[in-house]
T-cell receptor, first 112, second 112 residues
C-alpha cells in the first residue's frame, strides 16, 4: 500500500468546514483513498473512499486531485463530536484479508 | 453500534493469568481481524482470518493465540502477558476486502 502523509494535528471552529489534507504521491493506479476516523478510545469508523472522482456522502466529501497525488476530506459543518483522529489510507483490496494499514493520522480538534 | 461486539470492554489481568477476548459479528462478513493499539501508537494488525482460516500473523508473540471457530466469532486467548501488552485490542470484520471495514469498540486491557 502507498504511504500517506498527514499533518499530525489541526483545529477547526465549530460550525465551520474542516478540510483535512492527505498526500499520497506514490499511490498506484488501482489503489483507492480511504478515510476512517477514531474517536477517543473507540474503534475506527469508516467515513468515505474514492478512486478518481470526488465523492460525497452523509458524513463528508472527498476531493481527489487529478493526478491523484493528494486528497482532502471535507467535513462541511464540523461539530464537537467530530473531534477525533482522522486516517487517510491508500489501499487496494484484492481479497478479503488484505487489511488496512493505519498511520499516525490527523488529530482534529473542533473548538466551540 | 457497528455490528461488531467485543467483550469484555475492560480487563485487568495479572501476568500469570489466562484470559480470552471475544469478538462477534452478525454482518455476514467473511473476514475478521485483531488489531492492537498501544498508547500514542498507530494501530497494529495482529491476525487476519479469512473464511475461518488464518491468513496473516504479523510476528505476534505466542502468548497471544487467536481462534476463529466460525465466521461470526473470533477469540484472542491471552496467557503470561507482560505489562507492555497493556493496550486497546480492536476487532474488525469485512466482506470481500476491507472496504467499509467495521470495528468493535475494543477491549481495554491492563496487565499488572
Amino acid at each position: 500500500d502507498a504511504k500517506t502523509t498527514q499533518p499530525p494535528s489541526m483545529d477547526c471552529a465549530e460550525g465551520r468546514a474542516a478540510n483535512l489534507p492527505c498526500n499520497h504521491s506514490t499511490i498506484s493506479g488501482n489503489e483507492y483513498v480511504y478515510w476512517y476516523r477514531q474517536i477517543h478510545s473507540q474503534g475506527p469508523q469508516y467515513i468515505i473512499h474514492g478512486l478518481k472522482n470526488n465523492e460525497t456522502n452523509e458524513m463528508a466529501s472527498l476531493i481527489i486531485t487529478e493526478d491523484r497525488k493528494s486528497s482532502t476530506l471535507i467535513l462541511p459543518h464540523a461539530t464537537l463530536r467530530d473531534t477525533a483522529v482522522y486516517y487517510c489510507i491508500a489501499y487496494y483490496s484484492y481479497n478479503a484479508g488484505n487489511m488496512l494499514t493505519f498511520g499516525g493520522g490527523t488529530r482534529l480538534m473542533v473548538k466551540p | 453500534e457497528t455490528g461488531v461486539t467485543q467483550t469484555p470492554r475492560h480487563l485487568v489481568m495479572g501476568m500469570t493469568n489466562k484470559k480470552s477476548l471475544k469478538c462477534e459479528q452478525h454482518l455476514g462478513h467473511n473476514a475478521m481481524y485483531w488489531y492492537k493499539q498501544s498508547a500514542k501508537k498507530p494501530l497494529e494488525l495482529m491476525f487476519v482470518y479469512n473464511f475461518k482460516e488464518q491468513t496473516e500473523n504479523n510476528s505476534v508473540p505466542s502468548r497471544f493465540s487467536p481462534e476463529c471457530p466460525n465466521s461470526s466469532h473470533l477469540f484472542l486467548h491471552l496467557h503470561t502477558l507482560q505489562p507492555e501488552d497493556s493496550a486497546l485490542y480492536l476487532c474488525a470484520s469485512s466482506q470481500d476486502g476491507a472496504e467499509k471495514a467495521f470495528f468493535g469498540q475494543g477491549t481495554r486491557l491492563t496487565v499488572v
